[in-house]
């Protein structure tokens, strides 16, 4: 089992005169968000584990440590771009990968290792972690058909009136068959208003050529949130809080 973590960003919406600390490394509770991101993932061997890295990479390299491998971004083009930047270590590896978030510090290691697990029994080239909310963030909507099964993923912009009321949401977290994930990644196209390579276009990609994808489904959870501004940030810091006192 692999892992990506990405990790690359700048956090512009973050900084401040006094904090131009890259967005993983902003403090919850006093650690580094990518901190509780790799205690999640603490199942896997580091060696296992590459972490993309950008914005003052030295910096993210030197508070992390340990074993880990290190990709490059150097221009944030988006979340496939940074996977791009990773595919050298995987040349010769035919299995799982899980591609996580440095800035999600809430999501737990029992969701990762149940998203695996559901994975490698599934059999297919690409499950794609799910959430149901009551009150949906602007997160892509999952479209399913009327046997509901996963047709398709629109993300919020270009949701209709009717798809904006879907609960399901695609947050951003899968496990990919390896060679599957990176064979499709020169597919990817950025034709959109932010000129980025979306890494949320490749399970698309993958219904289009007829491949197997599953779903692994989580309820009303926190879990789902990451860190985009202070005010995620007050969020993120609460809810860790109150699980370190339960």
Known sequence: MRAIVLGAGKGTRLQSENNDAPKVLRKANGRPLIG?????????????????????KEMVKETIQGNYMYAIQDKQLGTGHAVMMAESYFKEYDG???????????????????LIKKHIESGAKCTVLTAVDENPPAYGRIIRDDKGQLIGIVETK????????????????????????????????????????YLTDIP??????????HT???????????????????????????????
């Open 36 to 56: 509780y991101v790799l205690d999640a993932l603490s199942f896997i061997p580091q060696e296992n584990i590459c972490i993309v890295v950008g914005y003052k």
């Open 96 to 114: 799982p990968v899980l591609i996580a978030y440095g800035d999600m510090p809430l999501y737990t290691q029992k969701t990762y290792q149940t």
């Open 158 to 197: 270009d949701c209709t009136p009717e798809q904006l009321k879907i609960k399901e949401l695609n947050i951003g977290v899968y496990v990919f068959d390896s060679k599957s994930l990176f064979e499709n990644l020169s597919l990817l196209k950025n034709d959109n208003a932010q000129k980025e390579y």
């Open 204 to 213: 698309k990609i993958l219904l289009e050529h007829g491949e197997k994808i």
């Open 216 to 246: 692994y489904t989580i309820h009303n959870t926190d879990e789902i949130y990451g860190v985009n501004t202070t005010e995620d940030l007050a969020f993120c810091e609460r809810v860790l809080k109150e699980r370190m006192n339960d």
